[in-house]
């Protein structure tokens, strides 16, 4: 027999007892509905959660200058003065892989206001991208601009926990704080983030513009560091540093095209303590550090045989909580799906064996007018495959409109997913193939004489 | 040459480790276009000997020729060809599809033929077979809208919708009042005279077999009386 007339064939018998078809493949339709609504609003939850791990920073990578070997004296990590804001600037300009990248500068220091005083953990010099490598926001008030930066202006974000501890209730904003008296302007409060991943309060923070920090506090005193770099450190522009201090806030002086030519190389103005990158994917970490390893390497002048005089962390941890959630999530839906397709499965089965027993005398006189075993099998399987077919078909509309329903009324994010589509029919198509050949063989092993014969 | 040779037919069943010889060689012939009517009581081998002219069974030993072929050690897909080119059935109780159109029951051995027709085809044949047994104005209607007699036509209209050169009734008129089993056999009779075609009929009915131009005697087995019919005898 043709197939198109096996399958014609096979629609005619099922739309005879149509009642019946739709209660047989119901288990199907409710199991590959629930499927696919479960994978598009299991897809769609998973990149939120996807989105909101890599705000914590999963995609964050930290570059630390090298460590300085004196006569055998290691200065640790972080030791050597070689990162420069400039690198910063090339890294955002010249790595297709990073998405933005903020230079850090740190001290400690007590902030006072008015009577009361508090120390926090952090206080950084940084520009404004380093609130989007860390996904920060502000909450009120603005955020530093470029012209602070170049202006040394002496303004300041404030974290949640440095606000109660200063301002109670009050509003911090256009409030003035000191640090090592210096009077600093706060101009925004930051979004509270809680504590982070080894707990350390992420809302105990100071951040204002690196050049600030930098040029203002920490070079006034020798508690920013252990060497002392405007002292020491001479290949480093310390000079400059000393200049700045003064009450020009003009950190690139005007040079003459002259003095371009005479001095090609431009000077180390200040390092700072790290750089933090963000890559513009969790999967593009590994060529953000190929990228930034490469720049770097060019612009710090190493041979090739020279080590690294850079060290650059990635947030290993955090990357695989991410895709050890993601996977989870995967396996577990998939877990559900097979149980649920199978029970649908077993009432496909169920369902054909009452039919074939019922149809035994039909059994019979097809046989009886030619058919072979080989025609009986094959109807009774058409018979399953379309089943299952028209049933999975039904709960993919289903499904799909239980996720669009759900992402209308619950707001909840949802992606549609085409593979779990393909997949749903695939397997119901096999479910079908698998659970109706026990039936679909029982009866064309069935003799003709008896079942021309059965009541 | 016959179209039907029983040479020496045994059949025999296993009922455990007791075999239960049901026929008990059977030797007869049957020349194309006969009307032979196969009688015997219940229990007689009359059945069995039905499925086998029918290729639906197997003798245990024995020749049996069709047409001028060997047809009894042939694989079930054989027979099953065979059943499909060359024989009509034609039940007791009608064996329609349910809820399946007269026109789709007629045209229904149509689907296992080899080199098949087209639907359209397929649609004519059977239109026209419909026609022929008299019921081009019930087509469309389901078996359970039909009488008991016109439920047998439409059964007869499937048998020959191959053309098969033999037919073979087994009880064609059991379930229908007297009346329209006159209509019944006198379609046979008239098939069987104008189209040529070799009629088998099983029965226990004398009335049924009065119908026949020979009549086969089966008892405990054996062929009885009719193994060489007036026709056979002068052949």
């Known amino acids: ?455 | 040459m016959a179209l039907i040779t029983l040479k020496n037919i045994y059949k025999d069943y296993y009922l455990g480790d007791i075999d239960v010889p049901v026929l008990k060689g059977i030797s007869l012939d049957i020349a194309g276009g006969e009307m032979v009517a196969l009688m015997g009581a219940s229990g007689s081998g009359k059945s069995t000997l039905m499925n086998i002219l029918g290729c639906l069974d197997r003798p245990t030993s024995g020749e049996y020729w069709l047409d001028g072929e060997e047809v009894s050690r042939l694989s079930s897909d054989r027979r099953a060809m065979i059943r499909n080119r060359k024989i009509g059935f034609v039940f007791q109780n009608f064996n329609l599809l349910a809820r399946t159109s007269a026109l789709d029951n007629v045209a229904m051995p149509l689907a296992y033929t080899a080199g098949q027709l087209s639907n359209r085809e397929a649609r004519q044949r059977a239109e026209t077979m419909l026609t022929r047994v008299g019921l081009a104005d019930r087509m469309e209607h389901v078996p359970a809208q039909l009488s008991g007699g016109q439920q047998q036509r439409v059964a007869i209209a499937r048998a020959l919708i191959n053309h098969p050169p033999v037919l073979f009734a087994d009880e064609p008129t059991g379930n229908l009042d007297s009346h329209t089993s006159e209509e019944v056999l006198a379609m046979f009779q008239e098939l069987n005279r104008t189209e040529k075609i070799t009629i088998i009929l099983v029965t226990h009915d004398s009335h049924v077999a009065e119908h026949a131009q020979r009549v086969i005697h089966i008892s405990d087995g054996v062929v009885v009386d009719g193994v060489f019919g007036p026709a056979g005898g002068e052949a």
């Open chain 1, 1 to 455: 027999m043709k197939l198109y007339a096996v399958v014609g064939n096979a629609l005619r018998t099922l739309a005879r007892n149509p009642m019946r078809a739709m209660l047989t493949t119901l288990g199907i339709v409710i199991g590959v509905g629930s499927v696919i609504a479960m994978m598009e609003i299991g897809s769609g939850s998973s990149e939120a959660l996807k989105k909101s791990i890599a705000n914590m920073g999963a995609n964050m990578l930290m570059v630390f200058p090298g460590m300085t070997n004196t006569g055998g004296v290691s200065g640790g990590m972080g030791s050597a003065k070689n990162l420069t804001p400039d690198d910063c600037a090339a890294i955002i300009k010249e790595c297709p892989a990073i998405r933005a990248a903020a230079p850090l500068v740190w001290v400690r220091a007590q902030a006072v206001r008015g009577n009361r005083n508090w120390v926090p953990q952090q206080i950084m010099g940084t520009t404004a991208d380093y609130l989007e490598v860390r996904g920060n926001r502000i909450e009120q008030g603005v955020s530093i601009s470029q012209r602070d930066i170049l202006n040394c202006n002496r303004v300041c974000l404030i974290g949640k926990t440095v606000a109660q501890n200063l301002f109670d209730n009050e509003s911090p904003v256009n409030q003035e704080i000191r640090l090592k008296s210096i009077t600093f302007r706060v101009i925004g409060v930051l979004a509270p983030k809680g504590a982070n991943m080894v707990g350390q309060d992420q809302d105990d923070v100071i951040l204002a513009p690196w050049t600030t920090v930098k040029y203002r506090i920490s070079s006034t005193t020798s508690s920013a560091s252990t060497q002392g770099e405007s002292s020491k450190n001479s290949t480093t522009g310390s000079t400059r540093g000393i200049l700045y201090h003064s009450a020009t806030p003009d950190l690139y002086p005007a040079r003459s095209s002259t003095q371009a030519e005479d001095s090609p190389i431009s000077l180390r103005l200040a390092s700072v303590n790290m750089i933090l990158a963000s890559a513009v994917s969790p999967e593009a970490i590994p060529a953000a550090i190929d990228q930034i390893t490469i720049l770097l390497r060019e612009r710090h002048r190493l041979r090739p045989d020279s080590d690294d005089d850079f060290i650059i962390r990635d947030m290993t941890e955090m990357t695989n909580t991410l895709s050890s959630t993601t996977k989870l999530m995967t396996n577990l839906l998939l877990c559900v799906a097979m149980i649920s397709l199978m029970v649908g499965g077993v009432g496909i089965m169920n369902i054909m064996l009452v039919s074939v027993t019922e149809r035994t005398r039909e059994i019979g006189l097809r046989m009886a007018v030619g058919a072979r075993s080989r025609d009986i099998l094959t109807q009774f399987l058409v018979e399953a495959i379309v089943l299952c077919l028209i049933g999975g078909l039904i709960g993919i509309l289903l499904g799909h409109g239980g996720a669009m329903l759900v992402a209308m009324t619950l707001h909840w994010p949802v992606a549609t997913s085409i593979p779990a589509i393909l997949a749903a029919f695939l397997v119901s198509a096999s479910v079908g193939i698998i659970f109706g050949y026990y039936p679909a063989w029982k009866a064309s092993r069935l003799d003709p004489i008896e079942a021309l014969r059965y009541e």
